[in-house]
């Protein structure tokens, strides 16, 4: 093979990796791994929505919070999920962090142990609506007036984080916290907290 | 010849990318922010390396079109490149040109988009979104304090988290936001100290913010022999204030709140200042050096030591083409579409529809008649606030309702692809 003939075949080369590296890929990956994550951010990742979610309901349970209730008032205690706050740098957080332990509780306790209440104020207009046509005869009605559950406890997520750079690197500790809140005496009755603490690098051209 | 094409092709390619490929002031010149949507409608389109650049652009032409559902999607995408990654193309960027790296922004550019976003969050009732975004914009306008670095002094992102702490009902988190605010130097070039709406009562007192925007933001120059030195230039525009009316009432003249030309330069100075300066002499060093080199392979090859004299003139090719391939040139993309200046208005209006009008002024208090606004729609609700952002520009469109406001700019423009 000449000089040439290896330059030659050294530029296609390159040029091939050019090309094959300016390709959009999408790869499923496993939402457990932050590891594989190819994205360098200091801020919530997907396993950390699993830790938290896993960690929160394992402390609900172990509070025995429905035995309790059910003991005093032999009855499933009602549970109102309120506005989450978010004292984060990150948007989109707390709902998807919300959704996700609701849908474990519902999933992993059974109605005659907690009993949720949906305060969406899409949904609360929806129900208005709802029942407005029945009371008007608009829509059928089952027999008995029934009426919205009105809530023992309120559920509220509240995520805080301490944020610091110097320039070269970001961290940010994360805290997730939910606290069920007794409605008639405003009492804590449970808080679960998750804390994750994540640094990342910026290169020299971006400081 | 033909190995010396082989060596030069590889580098033309990679110089090549570094090159602009969007021009939104020519654009914005030719059709304004309809243009601007039009020229952007397929980001993927242009390279990875501008693409954070012109979602911004984008996101701002469908704020001024009106397209806010769709504005704040852009807004957030490009949120997440500035704040969740790492860049790009950072070895070509070292070794070729500093415009081949991915664009994340300066930090006023980063706090901006934060800001925008967490302002279209605010106004479409997600109020702990929006907290988040204004905590972003403070945190990246933040420098190493341990260090006594910067410190963030943006004022409208101030004024919106006091707004969240009331729609939150926590008076502490409000009151400790505005003693933060208070503390801030009292710099005219950053913002008007005399403004009346510092305090916790009048934060109560008022549902309604006109946040006013006034001119464009600062532009980037390459200066130098080598273009290593970038200059941050002020835009030049005439409005300096402006009068809100509603139904008719005047309510008064804004107040200056922020500007964004003196949240560009006052972050210091970047570490790849010094970095292409140094490249500037190495640029020049390796061109002499490479040229001299050939010259000397030229003498070994004549002299019968053909086998060094291709070397070192190949070394010298090397050299030569490096120094002449490779540049020096500072990064100056940058967020052209931003505001040069913000002011608000704030006031307690009767819940309801009402029509807004903004006249504009100049430096001698002269109004700038092709500017004035008029029925900009504004919407107070019986709870929490009624909010508008409009821009000195007759064109800037306020949408009627939610419907208008979630439309796809794409929808209704067949000529669009």
Known sequence: MTKTSILTLFVLLFLGVSVTACGNESTRVDPKDDEEDPIQSSGPYSSDLIEVTNEVVAQFKKKKISENFRARYNDAPIIAVIRPQNDTRFPEVTQIFQENLVAELLDRTERTEVRFSQRDSDVQAEIAKEKEAKETGDRTDRTGRRTKLGADYFLKAKFSTLSVTDGEYESDTILYTFELIDTETDELVFKGKHLIKRVSEKSAVYR | MKWLISFALPLLVLTGCAGATYNVAESMRKGGYKQVLEDTRNIEEFPERDQTLILNWRAHAKMGLGYQESARNDYLRAWNMMNNS????????????????????EPYERMMNSYYLGLLYYMHKKPEDAMACFRNALFVDTGDLEANEYSADFVPNMIMRSRVYMDRGDEDGMKTQLEELARLPHDERNFDSNCPWFTVQAQKDANTLIWVELGWGPYMTAEGRHGEVRVIREAEYSERYAEVFVDGQSLGRTYKLGDTYFQATTRGGRPMDEYLKAKGIAKDVTTVAGAAA??????????????????????????????????????TRCNVLLPGQIHLMMANVPPGKHEVEVRYFDSNSREIGNMRQRALPLLVPERGD????????????IPLNEKERAENPYAKSPKLR
């Open chain 2, 294 to 331: 050939i010259g000397v392979g030229i003498e070994l090859a004549r002299s019968g030591n053909e086998t060094a004299g291709a070397i070192t003139a190949g070394v010298g090719v090397g050299l030569l083409l490096y120094g002449l391939l490779s540049s020096a040139e500072a990064d």
């Open chain 2, 386 to 397: 009624g909010m508008l952002v409009v821009r000195s520009d007759p064109h800037y469109k």
């Open chain 2, 86 to 105: 790492a860049g790009g193309n950072v070895a070509a960027a070292y070794a070729w040109n500093e415009k081949s790296k991915y664009y994340m922004g």
